[in-house]
């Protein structure tokens, strides 16, 4: 078959490798027919982590298909079902799973590493379990994971719910907005947007959303959510605090992770404090957070963060929540919301590129330098 696999530092090549078997009775084989880039997948494509990846990795943890094969222990699912795979591989019925936690899967745990469940594409520290940006994909546990879905709609009606939706809405749940309260949402990608829609529809008053693309920025206001460009207004946060009656939004979450680009203020602004790092969406969004009030990391990050300011985030009392979505924790809430014929999510119009497989990357480098209006990227093997 076909696959999207990691080479190397911005180095994704479509390969020919062997087609996967079932191995376990839990397992199941889907043939994939659309597949997603993420933000996540970004992390892997620009940096450079060898050797928790390795030339041969295939990528991708967004997938849905055409369930080709199960096998004899899976009864949920059966050959000719549309699915939808979450990107966490969990058992569905250990201590983490019961209570909601399957990012944590205590079956599918990676101790060697102190690392939660297994991912999908997703690191030799996470399973190193081939990708989902492939012809075929093996899903193990496939007696729990898969989601069935209605046939008709387009596939870019259900693919979010791999990953985007219920990502975003852990994030907006954790970020606790009280009815009819201010949250601001820093990062506008396919995360940021979707986190700003859910954050509307589960009663949020205001939404804010900061970014410095302008096609991001558009789309969100599309939606009703007022935007900052961080690259050009000076103090965002000072202006999110102008807007909340000088107290700083109720919620703030954090959609952009360890990519982070900071504005010439941030620059200047981290010089004088001696911060210059990559944690400039973190540290902003810390601030922009009201006393009393929460913020929600969804962003990805990874290792040691160096002079966090704990003793401001504690005399302002704010709560901090994060981590990796319990995809399947989420799936009976988002799924009502799919099969609505008046899209309420927008889940519609979030695919800027939809192409070919073999087109992957240069997928990949669009949506990374954010060239040609490029904001989520399907893929179709
Ligand atoms: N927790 C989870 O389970 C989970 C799941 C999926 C994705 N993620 C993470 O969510 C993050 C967003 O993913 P995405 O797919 O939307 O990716 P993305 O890279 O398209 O989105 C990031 C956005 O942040 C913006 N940005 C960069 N620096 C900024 C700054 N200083 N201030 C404000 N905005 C800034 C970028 O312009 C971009 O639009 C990534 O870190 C990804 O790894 C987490
Ligand atoms: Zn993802
Ligand atoms: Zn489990």
Same mark, same amino acid.
């Given at each position: 078959m076909r696959a999207v696999v990691w080479h190397g530092k911005q180095d994704v090549r479509v390969d020919s490798?062997?087609?996967?078997?079932?191995?376990?009775?839990?397992?199941?084989?889907?043939r994939i027919t659309s597949t997603a880039i993420c933000g996540s997948d970004l992390h892997l494509y =620009?940096?450079?982590p060898r050797p928790v990846m390795r030339a041969g990795d295939i990528l991708g943890h967004e997938p849905m298909g055409i369930v080709e094969e199960v096998g004899r222990d899976v009864t949920q699912i059966e050959p000719g079902d549309r699915v939808v795979v979450p990107f966490n591989i969990a058992c569905g019925s250990c201590w983490m799973c019961d209570r909601g936690l399957q990012s944590q899967c205590e079956t599918t745990q990676n101790r060697r590493y102190g690392k939660g469940a297994s991912l999908f594409g997703?690191?030799?520290?996470?399973?190193?379990?081939?990708?989902?940006? =492939?012809?075929?994909?093996?899903?193990?546990h496939a007696h729990y994971g898969p989601v069935k879905v209605a046939e008709g709609p387009p596939d870019e009606r259900f693919l979010y719910l791999s990953d985007v939706l219920p990502t975003a809405w852990q994030a907006v749940v954790y970020a606790d907005i009280p009815p009819g309260g201010t949250v601001a949402v820093w990062g506008l990608g396919p995360i940021g947007q979707m986190c700003s829609r859910i954050a509307f529809d589960r009663g949020a008053g205001r939404v804010i959303g900061v970014d410095q693309v302008p096609e991001r920025l558009a789309m969100a206001q599309r939606h009703g959510i007022e935007t900052l460009d961080f690259a050009s207004v000076g103090d965002v946060v000072q202006i999110v605090r102008e807007m909340t009656d000088g107290r700083g939004a109720d919620s703030v979450i954090d959609a952009v992770g360890m990519e982070a680009e900071g504005s010439a203020f941030e620059r200047v602004l981290q010089a004088t404090k001696v911060q210059a790092d990559r944690f400039h969406a973190l540290r902003r969004s810390h601030d922009a957070v009201r006393r009393g009030g929460t913020l929600s990391i969804v962003g990805v990050y990874a290792g040691y963060m160096s002079l966090f300011n704990i003793g401001d985030l504690f005399d302002r009392q704010v709560t901090i929540r994060m981590g990796q979505a319990n995809v399947r924790r989420w799936v009976d809430d988002v799924l009502p919301l799919l099969e609505r014929e008046d899209d309420p999510l927008g889940t519609d119009d979030l695919a800027t590129h939809v192409l070919p497989l073999e087109e992957a990357p240069r997928g990949y480098k669009i949506f990374q330098k954010k060239e040609d209006g490029a904001i989520k990227v399907v893929l179709r093997p």
């Open positions: 490798v062997d087609d996967p078997r079932i191995q376990e009775p839990t397992d199941a084989i889907v =620009a940096k450079f997703y690191t030799h520290l996470y399973g190193a379990v081939p990708g989902g940006q =492939a012809e075929l994909l093996r899903v193990p």
